[in-house]
């Protein structure tokens, strides 16, 4: 069964505090896995699609990696604007080509 | 911003009530998306509109009916819907159906039922 697991569930950093959120996944097919950052009662916003392993996409403060079972979210100096649920999701090759997310990372930067 | 514009943004209706929550997006794409998202929970499928066709229907209740006037629009018609539907409509596209496309969502509708 397709599934995607997000650690860890919460993170608390400080301002300037590196750190990275993890995206672990089964599919049969992997067709693309999407990091999407969410604000409270706002719809998800697109961030980065990875299609293959070894491929890596940057975005200001943001970096997504990939491997064959996992992705990375690398925050470099995170600002206190950057605190968000941050989504992951993959696509398989199936007859629906659902977009099967995890359970997110709530992240809380403090000043 | 999105590019994925809901109305409207809050909702409260009763449970006797007909309301619609409408979609535009101006992007060009030809597949559409119902999602729904409780809270702290990653957001569901519901539906998939794919060249303006139900492609796919995630055995949504029949008191969530879509409709898809044309490539840009979707509309979502709420009746006798039940407190246990309280929660984030969001719409969403992607240029086609096919695996490995983007889907960019909306900001959401907030729907509570009453």
């Known amino acids: 069964e397709d599934q995607v697991t997000q650690s860890p569930e919460a993170l608390r950093l400080q301002e300037g505090e590196s750190s990275s959120l993890n995206c672990s996944y089964t599919?049969?097919?992997?067709?693309?896995l999407f990091w999407y950052r969410q604000d409270p009662g706002k719809g998800p916003e697109f961030l980065f699609t990875?299609?293959?392993a070894g491929e890596e996409k940057e975005k200001e403060r943001l970096k997504a990696t990939l491997t064959k079972k996992e992705s990375f979210l690398h925050i470099t100096a995170p600002k206190p604007e950057d605190s968000a649920t941050y989504l992951c999701?993959?696509?398989?090759?199936?007859?629906?080509?659902?977009?099967?997310f995890g359970t997110g990372t709530l992240l809380a930067v403090q000043p | 911003d999105t590019e994925v514009t809901q109305t409207p943004k809050h909702l409260v209706m009763g449970m006797t009530n007909k309301k619609s929550l409408k979609c535009e997006q101006h992007?060009?794409?030809?597949?559409m998306y119902w999602y729904k998202q409780k809270a702290k929970k990653p957001p569901e499928l519901m539906f998939v509109?794919?060249?303006?066709?139900?492609?796919i229907n995630e055995s949504v209740p029949s008191r969530f009916s879509p409709e898809c006037p044309n490539s840009s629009l979707l509309n979502l018609h709420l009746h006798a819907l039940q407190p246990e539907d309280s929660a984030l409509y969001l719409c969403?596209?992607?240029?086609?159906?096919?695996?490995?496309?983007?889907?960019?969502f909306g900001e959401g509708s907030w729907l509570t039922v009453v």
């Open positions: 509109y794919s060249y303006e066709k139900l492609s």
């Open positions: 599919v049969s097919g992997l067709r693309g």
């Open positions: 999701a993959v696509r398989n090759g199936g007859a629906t080509n659902k977009l099967i």
């Open positions: 969403a596209s992607s240029q086609d159906s096919g695996a490995g496309n983007t889907i960019y």
């Open positions: 990875l299609y293959s």
């Open positions: 992007m060009g794409h030809r597949a």
